[in-house]
């Protein structure tokens, strides 16, 4: 197990925070987008895009590169956020968000954005897009990595439990997926709409390598991905205790900015909160 | 007339079994239908390059997507009422959205797949999916055909679904004749009327142009086997000729073929037009044979129309 010092630690946390920043302008700038389910795994894709993964920027289509899915597609400013800081497209673009003729639609598009593998949005398609890819890196014999970003409330899909008989029935150990554990859907807690409690479990039933973790601890993220590479001929579920809107603290735990962008004075005591004076 | 029968589904595996030969970038996915869609052959030659996913449409197609985006050829096979039907969303999102590059080839069409009835008859299919852009839309007519289009659609980049029948079909085309996406043949040249048509109902048509020629009619048997991209110019030239058009189709008349055609007509040269399908309805159990009559899958139904047609050109 590779141990991070706290330089990395914290610049890997600097990071976070940049994106979280960005996902508040963006949005802003938009006046509509998820702000609430993008900060809840802004610190999951930086460790992912910052230190996890290998790829490149000005090659996006190079054989030898993990991928990284996004099934929870609505969340798609802090992915973007993470590709444009990766060096996929200017950061300045960024604000084009959701703008007609911008290539940073309102859900991931893989034939308008660089980087992004698969279009999403219609929920509980991610696993098994992820699921295909890591078939294909297993036919190739590349040591690519497919990362799947799934939502807890997405989860009430069917095609998740599709996907997950088949990423075990096949020992997809280079599929390792997340649920963004933040609890909450548009309607309500998740406890609430539709329970999808014992989680665990349930993904242990399927034939997964579970892990539970804190997915705002920079470090219980990065141990994760390690373990999980680790596990032959199984795939992993870490299952990211998050918070909803994590950083922002009107956001935090609050349904109503699933989908809803702040307006002006949100958007100033967001950012104030962020670290970033404007 | 005396035809042969061929198997569309036999020439789907002698297909894959060629191409996977050759390539192998092809992949093979199924969902516990293998020994009817024939995709076990493959499977059983080229073990490596088979996933069966189980009884999960849903998946089959998610799964095809991602196999697609990282650089393979796949073709995913099942019923075509599930095929189409139960994971039209995933299609959509995961296929044709993104333009993966996914060959849809489904078995078990229409209103022929006899006696499972209603529920397993897809008479929807080919509405469902000539919706949805950068799909392409393959009914061949014949086995000789279906082994050429699932030739043609490995070989073109981008989402396909070819419509393949359960039972043996007449054979209509000729091994050596060629056969391109997109471009329509004619397999009798006629002057008093079109008759535009895709699967096994070219046979019918065919049959039906013998009949009228009796009655001193002559029809033009146009073989649209690309339902999408339709090739309109061959349809307007024949139809410019004739004045009149009789599609057919085993398919409900409800945005299938013959609404294709009726599309590119209006708008560009409007005729006399007869549609023979299925109407607003599901079919049910019975021979395929049966059921071709009850729902007015025949010659005499064609040829019938295209008197009505004629009648109604203005001259």
């Known amino acids: ?278 | 007339m005396k035809w042969v029968y061929t198997s569309q589904r036999k020439e789907y595996a002698n297909a894959l079994l060629d191409i996977g030969q050759k390539r192998t970038d092809v992949v093979v996915l199924d969902a516990d239908l293998s020994s009817s869609t024939r995709t076990s052959e493959f499977a059983k030659k080229f073990p490596e390059r088979f996933f069966n996913v189980g009884i999960a449409e849903q998946n089959l197609m998610g799964t095809a997507a991602g196999l697609a985006v990282s650089g393979k050829t796949v073709f995913a096979s099942t019923f075509a009422v599930f095929a189409t039907g139960r994971c039209w969303d995933q299609i959509r999102q995961s296929i044709a959205y993104p333009n993966s590059n996914v060959k849809i080839v489904a078995t078990h069409a229409g209103i022929t797949v006899g006696g499972d009835g209603a529920s397993h008859q897809a008479l929807e299919d080919i509405a469902l999916m000539r919706t949805l852009p950068n799909m392409y839309v393959i009914v061949p007519a014949d086995g000789v055909e279906a082994y050429k289009a699932v030739k043609a659609v490995a070989e073109h980049v981008g989402p396909c679904y070819v419509r393949l029948g359960r039972s043996d079909v007449p054979m209509v085309t000729a091994i050596d004749s060629p056969f391109e996406i997109g471009k329509a043949t004619i397999l009798r040249e006629g002057s008093d009327v079109s008759l535009v048509s895709c699967g096994q109902m070219v046979a019918v048509c065919l049959d039906a142009a013998e009949a009228l020629q009796e009655k001193g009619i002559s029809a033009e048997v146009v073989n649209m086997s690309t339902v999408k991209p339709l090739d309109a110019q061959t349809l307007l030239r024949s139809v410019r000729k004739t004045g009149c058009v009789v599609t057919a189709e085993e398919h409900s008349v409800r945005s299938g073929l013959g609404s294709a055609v009726a599309c590119v007509l209006a708008q560009h040269h409007p005729a006399p037009m007869k549609m023979v399908g299925t109407p607003d309805c599901f079919g049910e159990s019975g021979e395929s044979a049966e059921l071709m009559c009850r729902y007015g899958l025949t010659a005499d139904e064609v040829t019938s129309s295209a008197e009505e047609v004629i009648g109604r050109k203005i001259t």
């Open chain 1, 1 to 278: 197990m590779t141990l991070y010092d706290d330089r990395t630690i914290q610049m890997l946390e600097a990071k976070a925070n940049i994106l979280r920043r960005h996902v508040i302008k963006m949005t802003y700038a938009a006046q509509s987008g998820h702000p609430g389910g993008s900060l809840s795994y802004a610190d999951i894709i930086t460790a992912l895009f910052f230190k996890i993964m290998r790829f490149r920027p000005q090659e996006p289509m190079w054989e030898g590169r993990d991928k990284f899915v996004l099934s929870k597609g609505h969340a798609a400013p802090v992915y973007y956020a993470a590709l444009a800081e990766a060096g996929y497209f200017p950061v300045d673009d960024l604000l084009s968000l959701r703008k007609l003729g911008s290539y940073l639609q309102g859900h991931p598009c893989r034939m308008k954005t660089p980087g992004v593998e698969i279009s999403t949005g219609s929920l509980g398609q991610g696993l098994s897009v992820a699921n295909g890819m890591g078939l294909a890196a297993k036919l190739d014999r590349r040591s690519s990595r497919i990362y799947c970003l799934l939502g807890d409330g997405e989860l009430q899909e069917g095609q998740n439990w599709e996907a997950a008989m088949l990423a075990s029935h096949y020992k997809l150990d280079n599929v390792t997926a997340f649920v963004d554990r933040n609890k909450m859907q548009i309607d309500g807690p998740t406890e609430q709409v539709m329970s999808l409690e014992p989680l665990v479990d349930k993904w242990k039933a399927f034939g997964w390598n579970v892990i539970e973790i804190n997915g705002h601890d920079m470090r219980q993220i990065l141990d994760a991905c390690e373990k999980a590479a680790g596990v032959m001929g199984r795939p992993t579920m870490i299952i990211a205790h998050t918070i909803k809107g994590k950083g922002v603290s009107f956001m935090e735990g609050a349904v109503a900015f699933h989908g809803k962008a702040p307006n002006a004075e949100e958007y100033r005591i967001a950012l104030r909160e962020l670290g970033e004076n404007i």
